[in-house]
C-alpha cells in the first residue's frame, strides 16, 4: 500500500472514531428520555388524572407538582429583577471595579455546589423561622437562577452591535433611556431565553430543597411560610423506600418532570434558531 | 462678520495617551455642507464626535480645547451632554436604524423618549415632516408600520436622517454616510444634500475627495490628525495651497 492510502486509511479511522465517541457521549441523555417515558408513561396512564391532582395517599402527586410552581414562580419573582439589573450593570459598566467584579462572581456562583446554597439558607433563614417553607426553598431557587439570567441578560446586551448603541446616544437620550427603552427591548429575546433557561435549571434541582422546603405530599399548603413538596426532591424520597409501588410513582414523577422541563426548554430552542435566520 | 455654526479651537482628542486629533482650529459657515476629507484613520470619525461628545461613550477617550456652536463652547463646565446631543443630529457610517422598530418608531423614538411633542397627533405631523424632509416619505408611507429589514441600504440611512431631522437638530453631522450604499442610493443621498442646507448646516465626512467636490461648499482636509488645509470647495481642488492637499486630491495619497 502507498503512504497516501495508508494516511486515507488513518484519516477515515480517525473520523469514525470521533463519531462513535460522540454517540457514544449522548447515548445516556436519550437512554434517560426513553426510560423515563417507559417507565413513567404506565403510571400515568393507569391512575389517569389523579396522578396530577391527588396526594401520596391516593396514589398522586399533586402537592408535588404545585409546590415546584410555587417555588419556580417565587424564585422568579425574587429572583429575575435582581438577575436582569445585575446582568445590564455588567454591560453598561464592564470597566468599573464592581461590573468587573460581578462578572467574576457571576462565574463562580454559575459553578458553585447547589447544596451548599441550601445550607446557607437553612441557617439563614430555616433555624430561625423554625420552620421549613416555601419562601427558603424559593431563595435557594432564586440564588441559583440569577446567576444564569444575569449572564444571558449581560451576553444578550452585548450581542448588540456598537452602532445601535450610538444611534440610541446620539438621540440625546439619557443613559437610563437609552439602555432600558432602546437597547434592552433590543435584547430582549436573548434576555427572555436566559430567564426561560433559568427557570428551567431551578424547576429540577434537587439539593438546595433538600433542607429547606421540608416537603409536604399528604396536604396542599396554603401560605408561603409553610413546608411544600417539589417533584424532584419527591423523586429522591420516593427511590429511597424500599416499595416498588414507590418507585412506580417516581417513574411517572420523573416524566412529569421532563415534560415540565422540555415545555420550557424546546421553545427556547426554537426561538434562538429564529435569531439566527 | 459670517455667523458661524461651529467652531473649533486648539481641539485635540486623546485615546489613552495616543493623541489622534493635534490641535485643529477651524470654522464652518451656518448653511453650508463642509466636507472633512483625508485618508482612512486620520481621525475624521474621532473628530465628528468631538463634535456632539459622543466620544464620551468611550472611556479611553479624551478632549482638550473648545468646540462652539452657534457661539457657545459645548465642552464648558455646565454644558450637559444630553442637551448637546439633542441639537446635534448624526448619521453613521453603517445605515443603523433600530431593527426592532417600525419605521415610524425609528423616526419617532427621539421625540418621545425625549418628550418632546405633546400629542399623537403632532407626533405624527413630525414624522411625516422629517421622512419627506428626507425625500422617505413616497417611499414609506404605505408601510410605516414595516420593519427597515424590509428597506435597501440607501432607504435605511435615509431613514437615520429621518430620524436624526426630527429632532430638528442645528447641526446634522454625517460620517460617511454613503460608504455602504450603492451608486443609486448615493445619489439621493447627495442630492439630499443640497435640499437639506438650506435649513441645516452639514459636516459630512468623507474619504472620497470626489464626492466632497460634488457636494461641498467648503472643505477641510485632515492629515494624521493634522488640519492641512481649509477653504471654499473650489478654491482647495483648484488650487491647493498645500502639496500634500494636491496630492491627495489628486489620489497620489492613499
Ligand atoms: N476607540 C478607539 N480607541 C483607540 N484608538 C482609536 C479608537 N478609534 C479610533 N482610534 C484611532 O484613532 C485614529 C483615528 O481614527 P478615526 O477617527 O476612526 O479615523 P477615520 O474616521 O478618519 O478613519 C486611528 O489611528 C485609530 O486607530
Ligand atoms: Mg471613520
Redesign the interface.
Known amino acids: 500500500m502507498s503512504g497516501y492510502n495508508v494516511r486515507k486509511l488513518k484519516e477515515k479511522l480517525f473520523l469514525f472514531l470521533i463519531g462513535a465517541l460522540t454517540v457514544l457521549m449522548f447515548s445516556p441523555l436519550f437512554h434517560i428520555i426513553y426510560s423515563v417515558f417507559n417507565n413513567g408513561i404506565h403510571v400515568i396512564l393507569s391512575r389517569r388524572i389523579t396522578f396530577i391532582t391527588g396526594r401520596l395517599s391516593d396514589g398522586g402527586i399533586g402537592p408535588a407538582i404545585i409546590g415546584t410552581f410555587i417555588l419556580v414562580f417565587l424564585a422568579s419573582l425574587i429572583g429575575l429583577p435582581v438577575a436582569f439589573l445585575v446582568g445590564v450593570y455588567a454591560y453598561e459598566y464592564p ?1 468599573s471595579t464592581l461590573g468587573k467584579a460581578t462578572k467574576s462572581l457571576l462565574q463562580i456562583m454559575l459553578e458553585f455546589p447547589t447544596i451548599l446554597v441550601g445550607v446557607f439558607i437553612m441557617q439563614m433563614l430555616v433555624v430561625p423561622m423554625g420552620t421549613y417553607s416555601a419562601l427558603a426553598g424559593a431563595l435557594s431557587l432564586a440564588i441559583i437562577m440569577m446567576p444564569y439570567v444575569a449572564v444571558y441578560t449581560h451576553e444578550a446586551m452585548r450581542q448588540i ?1 456598537f ?12 443613559r437610563v ?1 437609552a439602555v432600558f ?2 437597547l434592552v ?2 435584547a ?1 429575546r436573548g434576555i427572555l431565553t436566559g430567564v426561560l433557561i433559568g427557570i428551567a435549571k431551578v424547576a429540577g434541582e434537587t439539593a438546595p430543597l433538600l433542607f429547606t422546603v421540608g416537603g409536604s405530599y399528604q396536604t396542599y399548603q396554603i401560605g408561603i411560610t409553610k413546608p411544600v413538596g417539589a417533584i424532584p426532591l419527591l423523586i429522591y424520597t420516593l427511590i429511597q423506600s424500599p416499595a416498588k409501588e414507590h418507585h412506580e410513582m417516581a417513574w411517572g414523577a420523573s416524566l412529569i418532570l421532563l415534560l415540565i422541563f422540555l415545555g420550557i426548554f424546546i421553545p427556547v430552542r426554537l426561538s434562538l434558531r429564529e435569531v439566527k435566520v | 462678520m459670517i455667523e458661524l455654526a461651529l467652531e473649533t479651537r486648539d481641539l485635540k482628542v486623546y485615546y489613552g495617551n495616543n493623541m489622534v486629533i493635534k490641535g485643529v482650529n477651524l470654522k464652518v459657515p451656518k448653511n453650508v455642507v463642509f466636507a472633512l476629507m483625508g485618508p482612512s484613520g486620520c481621525g475624521k470619525s474621532t473628530m465628528l464626535r468631538a463634535f456632539n461628545r459622543l466620544l464620551e461613550l468611550n472611556s479611553e477617550a479624551r478632549v482638550e480645547g473648545e468646540v462652539r456652536i452657534l457661539g457657545r463652547n459645548i465642552y464648558a463646565p455646565n454644558v450637559d451632554p444630553i442637551e448637546v446631543r439633542r441639537e446635534v443630529g448624526m448619521v453613521f457610517q453603517y445605515p443603523n436604524p433600530f431593527p426592532h422598530l417600525t419605521i415610524y418608531d425609528n423616526v419617532a423614538i427621539g421625540l418621545k423618549l425625549n418628550g418632546l411633542v405633546r400629542s399623537k397627533e403632532e407626533l405624527d405631523k413630525r414624522v411625516e415632516w422629517a421622512l419627506k424632509k428626507a425625500a422617505l416619505w413616497d417611499e414609506v408611507k404605505d408601510r410605516l408600520d414595516d420593519y427597515p429589514s424590509n428597506l435597501s441600504g440607501g432607504q435605511r440611512q435615509r431613514l437615520v436622517i429621518a430620524r436624526a431631522l426630527a429632532m430638528k437638530p442645528k447641526i446634522l453631522l454625517m460620517d460617511e454616510p454613503t460608504a455602504n450604499i450603492d451608486p443609486v442610493g448615493t445619489k439621493k443621498i447627495e442630492e439630499l444634500l443640497f435640499e437639506l442646507k438650506k435649513k441645516y448646516t452639514i459636516i459630512l465626512v468623507t474619504h472620497s475627495p470626489a464626492q466632497a467636490a460634488r457636494v461641498s461648499d467648503y472643505v477641510a482636509f485632515l492629515y494624521l490628525g493634522e488640519l492641512i488645509e481649509l477653504g471654499p470647495t473650489r478654491k482647495v481642488f483648484e488650487n491647493p495651497e498645500h502639496e500634500l492637499t494636491e496630492q491627495y486630491v489628486t489620489g497620489v495619497l492613499g
Not at chain 1, 452602532?163 to 439619557?174: C, N, P, Q
Open positions: 470597566e452591535p452602532e445601535y448603541r450610538d444611534a440610541a446616544f446620539s438621540l440625546g437620550l439619557t433611556k427603552r432602546v427591548p433590543m430582549k
